[in-house]
């Protein structure tokens, strides 16, 4: 095999590198800027060009990095690695690996859906493809992305008529971004929080449009009134900053909006259905239009997908960590 699941990460022997490694080893290929994929440790980093300042800024701005356009190739150890669009966030990158006649791609995470903030997913032919099966079952299909930014405006005008803030919950990197651009020509005020400001200058560099908006803190956000949207990271809570309860109101943006128990996990109400992955229905097509022949999967409950794809003729299994070469990682 030309990758080996590890529990560090996926190891590509013949080039002594990892994908997305979760410690610090000699050479990592990161498909993308999340904490889960992205980790502070490594030697030398390889990555897109749009997503390295991304990195330098969550993993340290003297970390050794090398990037790479999309489509422009280089040779680790006689392995033959490019990187292309995965539709997933700014930068993100399914990860190409051609030797001796065999190509492999990693996709990383990954979407079909439109989002202005990226560019987009792009089917890469190869024997074995590696896809992420996140929201892996035929309940997750998502609503038209134009129809939720709808809802969020209304549910924000709905509030203001009511002088209530409305408290937007996303994840700070990509979803933040892809809300804001959405929202640019509104006109209204827009609060978001530091994690969240911290990362703009990085979609700012790539041409993408924001518009205009403040830092959110307790003095900006009761100055507001109850007329602004305030956009905050998923793990930050906002009770310190606002006034009585019913002065504001909190939704989460997500694709695990679309099923109840999430919600009641955090005590929402409802939320509005936009997710960063693909569903059930991208991922199959997706999948099939790689013309892949072997299909593993990763990240997430893959075990209906496999067998749905094993129905339709594809050598499928979900890739789990080999323990007993853990030590071949060590080098």
Partial sequence: MLILSRPDGLYCQKGDFYIDPSRGVDRAVI????????????????????????????????????????????????????????????????????????????????????????????????????????????????????????????????????????????????KAQRVLQALKDVGSEILVHPSIMDLVPAYETQGIVFPPMQIADAKSVRKSKGKALVLTPTCNS???????????????????????????????SCGFIVSDHADWDGLNQSIHATGASQVLLTHGDGILLMNWLKRKGLETRILKPDNTKKELGKN
């Fill in 31 to 174: 498909t993308h800027a999340h904490a889960d994929h992205a980790r502070r440790g490594s030697k030398h980093y390889l990555s897109s060009t749009a997503s390295a300042p991304l990195l330098k800024r969550r993993l340290g701005r003297k970390i050794s990095i090398q990037s790479l356009e999309y489509g422009v190739s280089v040779n680790i150890q006689g392995v033959k690695v490019s990187l292309h669009p995965a539709g997933h966030i700014l930068g993100s990158s399914q990860v190409r690996l051609e030797y001796g006649g065999e190509i492999w791609v990693v996709s990383g995470d990954y979407k079909t859906c439109k989002d202005t903030t990226c560019t987009p997913f792009e089917p890469v032919a190869c024997h074995t493809f590696i896809s992420e099966c996140t929201f892996g079952l035929p309940i997750f299909r998502w609503p038209s992305p134009e129809h939720e930014w709808q809802r969020i405006l209304q549910w924000w005008q709905d509030n203001r008529d009511t002088d209530r803030t409305s408290v937007l919950k996303v994840y700070s990197l990509g």
């Fill in 238 to 268: 906002m009770e310190a900053w606002m006034d009585e309860p019913e002065s504001w109101q909190m939704m989460e943006i997500s694709g695990w909006m679309q099923v109840r128990s999430p919600r009641r996990k955090r005590h929402l």
